[in-house]
């Protein structure tokens, strides 16, 4: 028994040492352990935002005076708008047109006169928005308003009135005070990385075997097939935190992303998800038997749905209900809401233990699957 498990544990020691002379040897393995989140988290990280900042927008008076003068100072001042003076309306919208600029605001010639206290009228405000991109549209329209807002209360202030609302609200921000979308996105984004990462290093150890034909050689010699997963994954194991490290680095001290968690916490969900990611990179390598053939399904089949199904840009409570239910399967789901969560909230148990059990359940369902497909292989 003991001496069994002396040479058990001697034939894994060496393929441990094979294994990681081959990714020493290897450089596209470090290259995708290293350079890869490095060159994604600066692309998606500066490159990728949910905010609209600097919108060009024409501001159109049919009578200049003071109080337009006023109104249009407000969008100058705002961090949001770049604003462009248009001399009349039809010049405006022909900018709108060419896409010079995403929205346009008129203020018809009687706008100051309507505004005065006793006035019947109210004082209309033109807004024309580019609605090709929709979420921009809704943006661009709650940041008008937003300025309407401040420069209407500025206004009365200034004559000494008061904005009379029925109700006064006052929000509390919690998880993204700041609401920058960097914050929200770079998490997010970490999943991402770390499922194509972790599919990518493993999909193409076995499928390199079978084309080299050392695989066969393996057969011959008096080890299991415990021994040669372990021997597989280990190595790639310690090299997908090493990246997940950088990433994480990156994260806090590049884009100054908050991390309220716990360290220890985070170190556990992410050694569950990356034996999840690196077991389904290990089936799709059994199943390929072709390293451009591996790579091929790594991408389709996990990079693909972490994007679209994790949760990471699109909200998953709005999708159809058969894909709310698929993206039960995508591990990245349970990662990103983990990310999110140890980032920006801390340690809330009722979040953090339900995920981390699926992201175990995905790991132990997958190495399961590919010890089966391996042995059936081998066979």
């Known amino acids: 028994m003991n001496r069994a498990a002396t040479g058990g544990g001697i034939r894994l020691k060496g393929l441990i040492i094979k294994e990681s002379k081959q990714i020493l040897r290897d450089p596209s393995s470090l290259a995708i352990a290293f350079l890869m989140p490095v060159i994604l988290l600066l692309l998606f990280g500066y490159g990728v935002s949910l905010n609209a900042r600097h919108i060009p927008i024409a501001l159109v008076a049919d009578a200049p005076d003071q109080t337009s003068a006023n109104l249009f100072a407000h969008f100058a001042q705002s961090e949001s708008f770049v604003p462009q003076h ?14 010079r600029v995403d929205a346009l605001v008129h203020l018809p010639a009687d706008f100051s006169r309507r505004l005065q206290p006793g006035s019947p009228e109210s004082a209309p405000v033109q807004l024309i928005v580019n609605g090709v991109d929709a979420n921009q549209a809704r943006l661009i329209e709650a940041y008008v308003q937003a300025v309407w807002g401040l420069w209407l209360s500025d206004h009365l202030a200034a004559r000494g009135h008061r904005l009379n609302r ?18 929200y996105l770079v998490p997010g984004l970490i999943a991402v990385i770390m499922t194509l990462i972790g599919a990518l290093l493993t999909a193409l150890v076995m499928a390199r075997e079978w084309e080299r034909g050392t695989l066969e050689a393996m057969m011959v010699t008096p080890m299991r097939v415990n021994e040669l997963i372990l021997g597989k994954l280990l190595p790639y194991f310690v090299l997908g935190m090493g990246g997940m490290a950088l990433s994480v680095a990156m994260a806090r001290w590049l ?21 999840a990611a690196l077991g389904m ?8 038997r072709n390293q451009f053939i591996a790579s091929l399904i790594s991408i389709i089949v996990t990079f693909l749905p972490a994007f679209m199904l994790s949760g990471f840009i699109f909200d998953i409570g709005s999708m159809p209900p058969v894909l709310q239910a698929l993206t039960h399967l995508v591990a990245a789901r349970y990662f990103v809401t983990l990310l999110h969560t140890l980032f920006l909230a801390g340690d809330v148990p009722g979040v953090i233990w339900p995920n981390l059990l699926a992201l175990a359940a995905l790991a132990v369902v997958f190495l399961a699957a590919s010890r089966r497909k391996i042995r059936k292989s081998l066979e």
């Not at 916490?265 to 998800?273: H, N």
């Open 166 to 183: 029925p109700i006064t609200l006052e929000p509390r921000i919690w998880f993204n005070p700041e609401l920058r979308s960097r914050d």
């Open 86 to 99: 248009a001399p009349d309306l039809r010049t405006a919208e022909r900018w709108l047109r060419e896409r």
């Open 255 to 275: 884009f100054e992303v908050p991390f309220l968690g716990s360290w220890w916490l985070l170190i556990v969900s992410s050694a569950v998800f990356l034996l």
């Open 281 to 288: 990179g290990l089936l799709i390598s059994v199943t390929a």
